[in-house]
DNA sequence: GCGTGTGAACCTCTTCACAGCG
DNA sequence: CGCTGTGAAGAGGTTCACACGC
């Protein structure tokens, strides 16, 4: 029982390996080694043996490691065994999307709710949850201290949701936004930027010719 | 003139002092200093100049970067001048909200296409777009040579729709689906992991009390 | 004085290779 | 013999601090 410091590619690289002990339990396996689970995540066999080892000492040698047990310990890790529940805000047609593909495979999050500031889509339905207004998002918090947010509204309204979660108390968003957002700093902001993405992509395919 | 070897985190980063540098070009800004930036990104100043010193010396020294210039410096860097198309593989809830909602914002790229391989989808619109048939891929990657493609399918087809655009000659993927995909080594993946973004939030936010 | 560009120190993460256990 | 766990070496990236030019 020590606490210790980890990294973010570490967790990052955790969260792979909880998938792919999930397909492993789906598929009925019991036992996993480290080469398996480097092939499914392509990294190697020592980059996985050593984010374990940090953690303690989960393997049996001569054999590998035992997939329920482990997904158990990774759970423990991640904070994941019993999940908070993820709320969006921004019903447009991103917001609506991610509500409506849901969040099935992932380690047990789900959508419980979804809220909009524009007055036109409050009551509306968007797979089976009523659109609420932004200004109840308090309520959720003060129900359910630990709340993931994914910000999916359009233009530039991101800083004004984000403020709203912030003043509710939410101490963890996820923002599709373009804009980098201002927040406190034990407020945790992760961004999905299909934008650099595609610049890294473009790179790529690209950098071949490329001189400088 | 020399080819540079580039890390990509460091292209990443480009693509957020482009779109650092769009946003002061709108704001009518010419000079923007690399501290600028920095607080823009959230990164250190030192930063900053160490990624754009490795191309060349863009600023000039006690007055910054001229904006225009720089910009169009790192999208020459990045490839982005005249950016490749993009099209969108499954016209299902992500797919056309990422139709809809459209790549506004980012250097210049957009959406030209979408599939799908329902018949009851195909020749329906999307955001103004009609819906064709996977197996019609191939057409675009004739007229244009490079071309980005997210996978935006359901369910477990994620690596079939791969495999059709590998067949296709497409170099450039973003996918959104949960399972790894396997592909050629000339073929760039990238990944939107929303599962694993939520993982690293709930992580973050239960650390603290976290012991192991 | 101000801000860039950069050698050098520093730090973090990754890979290698092997001892040790089942 | 197979696979884990890990010291040691290596690679890569970041920060510091300062010389130089405007």
């Known amino acids: 029982m020590i606490a210790v410091k980890v990294s973010e590619k570490s967790i990052r690289r955790l969260s792979h390996y ?102 036109a889509k409050i009551g509306k339905e968007c797979n089976g949850r009523v659109i609420r207004p932004v200004e109840k998002i308090h309520e959720i918090l003060q129900k359910e201290k630990e709340v993931i947010a994914v910000i999916a509204v359009t233009g530039g309204s991101g800083q004004a949701a984000l403020d709203m979660l912030v003043a509710a108390g939410c101490k963890a968003i996820l923002s599709f936004t373009l804009e980098p957002l201002k927040a406190p700093e034990d407020v945790e902001i992760k961004y999905v930027e299909v934008s650099t993405e595609l610049d890294v992509l473009t790179h790529s395919m690209r950098k071949k010719e490329r001189v400088y």
């Open 18 to 119: 909880a998938r792919c002990l999930r397909l492993a339990k789906k598929r009925g396996e019991s036992v996993i080694t480290s080469r398996q689970m480097a092939a499914n995540c392509g990294i190697s066999s020592a980059a996985v043996r050593r984010d374990l080892s940090i953690y303690g000492e989960f393997g049996k040698q001569g054999s590998g490691y035992n997939v329920d047990d482990l997904l158990i310990n990774i759970e423990n890790i991640l904070g994941t065994t019993d999940p908070p529940s993820v709320i969006i805000v921004g019903a447009g047609s991103i917001g609506c999307a991610l509500m409506t593909s849901g969040l099935a495979g992932t380690g047990g999050y789900n959508y419980s709710a979804i809220f909009d500031n524009d007055s």
